[in-house]
């Protein structure tokens, strides 16, 4: 008699665990052939014969469970059949878990805080492009784009416009793996992340925004908010943090922009705690300095980062984000009508070409973000650089006039100045 071996459908069922490693099966049945025709089984997006396994009905067998049970008592059942030990199978991966979250139960008030912040950005995008699709009277570019180890974005650009030389609305959503040598670095300011281990899975999520108008008395914006956690090897939260900002780069100073710019951001703020304006804008000028050059990049906003249980808990900063980015459009729109079809002179459009180039070196020498961007693996190059400007200049040794707006905007950027 021969030995036993293996069924063909208990094969089948390992096949099933592990979806992405295994090409479906074209089964055709009597009740799918009449349309099985018109399937494309070489696209997964349009031909799913494991579509009822991949969402199941309510009530019965739960994704978690097969994930933590069936898995392994199938595992022991191949073992006592064949009595060799198979390959052992890595565990899902958060993107892979956030990924089946999604598509059971979408994304609700109980969903991890990964999928909540993800949702909120992305519902902001849409409303701010809608809103600077109207102040300009042009249309943004979309271009999605995702990522091999989990995530991806959507890049909003609008070039040559009628109203912004350049501006992009970003979103962007990764998983990844922290090296140790990342994990030492963070837990500077996280203490709960373990020091131990070789890697970590990582989840970041954010949402930026640049804006640069082409009149140079309309002042270019920039935004971001972000939430960052990483997940120890079962996939639970270890450790979790918001940052972000939004400040305002203005190349001719009207006081009334400024004082609006940050009465806008500072009752925000205090919706949550009246310490959080001061602190963050303070936080602001220090950090958006060209420090080569002795002057701040504009006249700040806000700024913060690794703000985590420490601070507050993590509903209660979700909402100060949520209600810091719902601040930007009252903040910026009443400026931007309000100097978009000003006069200006060639002169003054020089000017606005080398405060760019300030904007640049800011960007590309000192700015966080940017570096760790261009170093993640993976990294999306042309996202990451939206930030600058289509246009800049570099002049040598350029001095303003005494008494004019340009000196007094270089005073203030020399000296910060409280505006409320």
């Not at 097969?66 to 030990?85: C, D, Q, W």
């Not at 961007?373 to 040598?396: H, K």
């Amino acid at each position: 008699m021969p030995p036993l071996r293996p069924s063909s459908h208990l094969l089948r069922a390992l096949e099933l665990q592990q979806p992405h490693r295994y090409a479906p099966r074209r089964l055709l049945t009597t009740r799918s052939f009449a349309t099985t025709r018109r399937c494309n089984f070489d696209d997964p997006r349009k031909y799913d014969p494991l579509k009822e396994w991949r969402n199941p009905k309510p009530k019965k067998w739960a994704s978690r469970l097969r994930m933590y049970f069936f898995v392994p008592l199938t595992l022991a059942i191949m073992y006592s059949i064949t009595g060799e030990k198979p390959t052992q199978l890595e565990g899902p991966t958060i993107a892979e878990k956030d990924a089946l979250l999604k598509r059971e139960n979408g994304v609700t008030t109980s969903s991890p805080m990964r999928l909540r912040m993800e949702a909120f950005i992305k519902s902001q995008q849409k409303e701010i492009v809608a809103a600077l699709e109207e102040v300009d009277g042009s249309k943004f570019t979309i271009d999605s784009w995702d990522r091999p180890e989990g995530g991806g974005g959507i890049t909003c650009v609008l070039q040559d416009g009628n109203v912004f030389e350049k501006a992009g609305v970003n979103t962007s959503v990764v998983y990844g793996r922290l090296p140790r040598a990342a994990i030492a670095k963070m837990r500077v300011n996280h203490k709960a992340l373990d020091p131990s281990v070789e890697s970590i899975e990582f989840f970041a999520a954010g949402l930026s925004l640049v804006l640069h108008p082409k009149n140079p008395m309309a002042p270019t914006v920039h935004l971001n908010y972000r939430y960052f956690e990483t997940a120890d090897e079962f996939g639970n939260s270890s450790a979790w943090w918001y940052g972000g900002g939004c400040d305002l780069t203005p190349c001719y100073l009207f006081d009334e922009d400024a004082i609006h710019f940050h009465n806008s951001i500072k009752n925000a703020c205090d919706k949550h705690d009246k310490a959080y304006y001061p602190r963050f804008k303070k936080w602001c000028d220090e950090y958006f300095s060209n420090k080569h050059r002795g002057e701040s990049r504009g006249i700040g906003g806000i700024f913060f980062d690794d703000l985590d249980e420490t601070e507050k808990d993590q509903e209660q900063l979700f909402s100060f984000v949520q209600d810091c980015l719902g601040a930007f459009l009252p903040s910026y729109l009443p400026i931007i009508n309000r100097r978009k079809d000003m006069l200006f002179t060639e002169e003054q459009k020089q000017w606005q070409q080398l405060r760019r180039g300030r904007y640049v070196e800011f960007n590309l020498v000192h700015d966080r973000g940017t570096s760790f961007g261009l170093n993640t693996p993976g990294a999306r190059v042309e996202s990451i650089l939206m930030s600058l400007p289509l246009t800049a200049r570099w002049q040598y040794m350029h001095t303003p006039e005494v008494g004019s707006r340009e000196e007094r905007l270089l005073e203030v950027l020399k000296k910060p100045r409280e505006w409320v």
